[in-house]
């Protein structure tokens, strides 16, 4: 995850053809909704996932945390990892198993810390798997994944989600070392990886076969791809790509596809501040569905966050099933509309005063949830005409 106080900062399937979108004018909340805190008191949380009408998040310290229906944050954790927390590190990604009712098991990405089962002595990231034990205190752990680099401490990727086809996809960033491994498939730096919830690989990801490769890839050419979701309408994965010097980015993901970091940032070659997406030869790698850059008019950014897509809303349009993303630098949460395709046909500026959003959820009752790192409190947005 980025932190807003550090130089890192500076550095986070459609063609960008898109027809000519609308643009909403500036506001704090659009009419009849109103931004209601809940889970206040907890430290520096990364990452939600919903337990019926309550909320599991994780802290950037390593704890599990319970906030009740009421909103209220239960005192005790559920779960303290041993985490390394410097730099970008730390507990950063959470899911539930499709049959979490049956089997009770709660996926974490995090770093591992001094303390962790199975340290090998430097800091790495890890995907497991954890259940309550059985008449017992505490949680038994199963290691899913293991040796995912944090070479520097930044890009770590660590969002987690389980996807249409019941297998775990996994963001990997290329560790604030190697851009030129997100291009290499030999690598799980700069990658978007799946596996089934037991840990195997699937037989069908895209480079199972191909020599050399890491057969857990799904999809290449990332930088720092730390937040992604589900998009149930059309059964497709959009992932937020933070930039470096320039661009941030929003990608919709394809099997095997490469998404051109670090050849590319944004729509640009070479990371160039301006080009025109139209004449660019992409030569073979996908563009972006939409992008901002770190400075001049309009949106400005410096690390995106995203998203989540408001289905099952009561908001109107074009709230309704819109994709909602934010920037953690930048300070606030914005949307998109998609057509089926997933290109862009609307962005519109929807809450331009949130300290540092790092995660986004959908809840049950339909409304969008955002995660405000350092406040310490989750965000919901109701809509009450």
Known sequence: M?????????????LAFAPPVTRAAPQSLPAGFTRVAIGAG??????????GNRILVTEKGGA?????????????????????????RGLLGIALDPNYAANGWIYVYYTTGPNAKQYSGAPENRVSRIKKRKNKSGYKEKI??????????????GDIHFGFDGKLYISVGESGCCPNDAQGLNTLRGKILRLNSDGTIPTDNPFYNTAGARQETFA?????PWRFTKR????????????????EEIDSLAAGGNYGWSIYEGPCPSSNLACNPNAVNYNGTLPPLHWYNHGGAGETGNVIAGGVFAENSNYPAPYAN??????TGGGWVHVLTLDANNVKTGYYEFDNDVNSPVAFGNGPDGNVYVVSHYDGVIYKYIYAP
């Open 2 to 14: 980025k932190r807003v106080l550090i130089s890192t900062l500076l550095m986070w399937l459609m």
């Open 42 to 51: 907890l430290a520096q949380p990364t990452a939600v996932a919903f337990l």
């Open 64 to 88: 599990i945390r319970l906030v009740r229906a009421n909103g209220v944050l239960r005192n005790k954790p559920l779960k303290t990892f041993s985490v390394n927390t410097d730099s970008e």
């Open 144 to 157: 899913l994944l293991d040796h995912i680099p944090s070479t520097n401490g930044n890009h770590n990727g």
């Open 220 to 224: 290449y050419g990332f930088r720092n």
């Open 232 to 247: 149930s309408s059309n059964q497709s994965y959009i992932v937020a790509d933070v930039g470096q010097n320039t661009w």
């Open 322 to 327: 819109a994709y909602f993303y934010g920037d």
